[in-house]
Nanobody, 117 residues
């Protein structure tokens, strides 16, 4: 079992920045990929950024050049640095972890990000 706890959401003006954190605990040796996903009202959940246990990183086209995913192994934490935020980035952001080569899926409780003037 793996537990994920997100933090760092909030309200910011367009052009601003936020850093989200996802603290993981439990059977972390089974995790092979972690993702930040988001869901805006009335829209489907989308993957924003991914990082594998081997360090491979991918971003959605909509956030490339603005968002950065990283991890701090000593703290079992994955971060999402978000810069140049736009109103369309407004959503609930969820941390996700895949374990057991896809047999297990873990989600955090989500953190709200609101970008508005």
């Amino acid at each position: 079992q793996v537990q994920l706890v997100e933090s760092g959401g909030g309200s910011v003006q367009p052009g601003g920045s936020l850093r989200l954190s996802c603290a993981a605990s439990g059977r972390l040796d089974t995790i092979d990929i972690m993702r930040w996903t988001r869901q805006a009202p009335g829209k489907e959940r989308e993957v924003v950024a991914s990082i594998t246990s081997g360090g491979s990183i991918n971003y959605a086209d909509s956030v490339k050049g603005r968002f950065t995913i990283s991890r701090e192994n000593a703290k079992n934490t994955v971060y999402l640095e978000m810069n140049s935020l736009k109103p369309e980035d407004t959503a609930v952001y969820y941390c996700y972890a895949r374990g057991g080569l896809g047999r297990y899926n873990y989600w955090g409780q989500g953190t709200q990000v609101t970008v508005s003037s």
